[in-house]
């Protein structure tokens, strides 16, 4: 089973940066798109941001479209997550899984890891 280590996350003031990272196990990486959803407090889990297997396509809701960037590194199975210009509203628990690009994007593991809790102040 493919384990995943989201980190990264902390408090910062709205305006601020954060970088996220999430490692995953196994020789398998390279062979999935990647990522990354968002879960705020009392609302459902959501999609923020994804990229392919290669790297050279990237996926973004609309809310973080020109602040956030998704990277990945297949020689060390990490996927990263930049997130500038940060706002209140990004506050979240925010997690990493493997991901279907084919249609909505969606998550392909029906597991997932603790997170990492991003905390941005007005």
């Known amino acids: 089973q493919v384990q995943l280590v989201e980190s990264g996350g902390g408090l910062v003031q709205a305006g601020g940066s954060l970088r996220l990272s999430c490692v995953a196990s196994?020789?398998?990486?390279?062979?999935?798109?990647m990522g990354w959803f968002r879960q705020a407090p009392g609302k459902e889990r959501e999609f923020a941001a994804a990229?392919?297997?290669?790297?050279?396509?990237?996926y973004y809701v609309d809310s973080v479209k020109g602040r956030f960037t998704i990277s990945r590194d297949n020689a060390k199975n990490t996927v990263y997550l930049q997130m500038n210009s940060l706002k209140p509203e990004d506050t979240a628990v925010y997690y990493c899984?493997?991901?279907?690009?084919?249609?909505?994007?969606?998550?392909?593991?029906?597991?997932w890891g603790q997170g990492t809790q991003v905390t941005v102040s007005s």
């Open positions: 196994g020789n398998t990486f390279s062979s999935y798109a």
């Open positions: 899984n493997a991901v279907n690009l084919i249609g909505r994007i969606r998550p392909l593991l029906d597991y």
């Open positions: 990229i392919s297997q290669s790297g050279a396509a990237h």
